[in-house]
């Protein structure tokens, strides 16, 4: 089982940009895709972006694509995730999670087996 911590959390201005990182331990981190969840207060936790093992493939929630971005260094065993345009409703904890179908980028919570503890992402208007 791989070990995912993240950070880079933190409280910033509408139409700013923020950098996420998640570094991951204990398996090969090329065996798995990677992936960004978020939970806004008083909602369900939802997809934000995914990516394949090679980079070769990534997805993205509709209400995040084309601000957000999400990459992977292999060589460091970590993957990131890029936020711009932030908006209020961005606000949210950001969850890392990693899911042995490497060669997709998976969009449900249930393909993924491995969770980060989350970082908080405050975005005021």
Do not use: H
Not at 29 to 49: C, D, H, I, L, N
Not at 59 to 68: C, E
């Amino acid at each position: 089982q791989v070990q995912v911590v993240e950070s880079g959390g933190g409280l910033v201005q509408a139409g700013g940009s923020l950098n996420l990182s998640c570094a991951a331990s204990g398996r090969t981190f090329t065996s798995y895709a990677m992936g960004w969840f978020r939970q806004g207060p008083g909602k369900e936790r939802e997809f934000v972006a995914a990516m394949s093992w090679s980079g070769s493939f990534r997805n993205y929630g509709d209400s995040v694509r084309g601000r957000f971005s999400i990459s992977r260094d292999n060589a460091k065993n970590t993957v990131y995730l890029r936020m711009n345009d932030l908006m209020p409703e961005d606000t949210a904890a950001y969850y890392c999670a990693a899911s042995p179908l490497r060669f997709a980028a998976p969009m449900s919570r249930s393909d993924f087996t491995s969770w980060g503890q989350g970082t908080q992402v405050t975005v005021s208007s």
